[in-house]
């Protein structure tokens, strides 16, 4: 069955250090994974998207992670911390055909001036 | 586009009442989802919808809870009667159904709902 595992659910940086929030999934094929982002009382966005092309993939807000298989990791990245990316951070995978996402429980990003 | 919409933002309502919640996806998109977030369950997925008709139905927690979508530009969720432990933030996204998975969910602003 596929699943996603967020290896932390809460992580603490400071204004212009680097993000990394990290993401292990299970699938027995070829997954879609994602990232989405909530800030407090908003709903969920897109921050970026793996669909089986390049493995780097570039997102919004100067985010992106790393589809490595041979580790089964998802990893989101930032090389700079900015105040307004506290929020939470959910890892996501896509199962079957019928576009059901299956959600990670969640990082809690803080950013410290 | 305007997004996918939600209403009501808030609900307080108390226990034993009915309780209707609408979704209006974005124009276009095929498929339709229905959430629920919890502090204790974080995001569970309740039904979902392509072309009007539910498909999985499997996280829709017990027989108080339906929903409908009777025609592609409208859905809702309803809640009778409602207990104490439906209280959550109610989240409906819509995508674009091509059958090969992967495709992006679009979420709307959320339900929040508190059972008194």
């Known amino acids: 069955a596929q699943s996603v595992t967020q290896l932390d659910s809460h992580v603490s940086v400071s204004e212009g250090t680097p993000v990394l929030l990290r993401c292990n999934y299970s699938?027995?094929?070829?997954?879609?994974l994602f990232w989405y982002v909530q800030h407090p009382n908003k709903g969920l966005q897109l921050l970026l998207k793996y669909t089986s092309a390049a493995t780097l993939v570039k997102g919004i807000n100067g985010f992106e992670a790393e589809f490595k298989k041979s580790e089964t990791s998802f990893h989101l990245t930032k090389p700079s911390a900015h105040m307004s990316d506290a929020a939470e951070y959910f890892c996501?995978?896509?199962?079957?055909?019928?576009?059901?996402?299956?959600f990670g429980q969640g990082t809690e990003l803080s950013v410290k001036p | 586009d305007a997004g996918v919409i939600q209403s009501p933002r808030h609900e307080v309502t108390e226990m034993g009442q009915e309780v209707t919640l609408r979704c209006k996806p974005i124009s276009g998109h095929n498929s339709l989802f229905w959430y629920r977030q919890t502090m204790m369950r974080g995001l569970e997925l309740l039904i979902y919808?392509?072309?009007?008709?539910?498909?999985?139905d499997s996280g829709m927690p017990e027989d108080r809870f339906s929903a409908k979508m009777p025609n592609a530009s409208f859905s809702t969720l309803k809640i009778q009667p409602s207990e104490p432990r439906d209280s959550a933030v109610y989240f409906c996204a819509s995508s674009s159904y091509l059958g090969q998975g992967g495709e992006t969910q679009y979420f709307g602003p959320g339900t929040r709902l508190l059972v008194l």
């Open positions: 919808f392509n072309n009007n008709v539910p498909i999985d």
């Open positions: 699938s027995s094929y070829s997954p879609s």
């Open positions: 996501v995978v896509s199962v079957g055909q019928g576009g059901k996402l299956i």
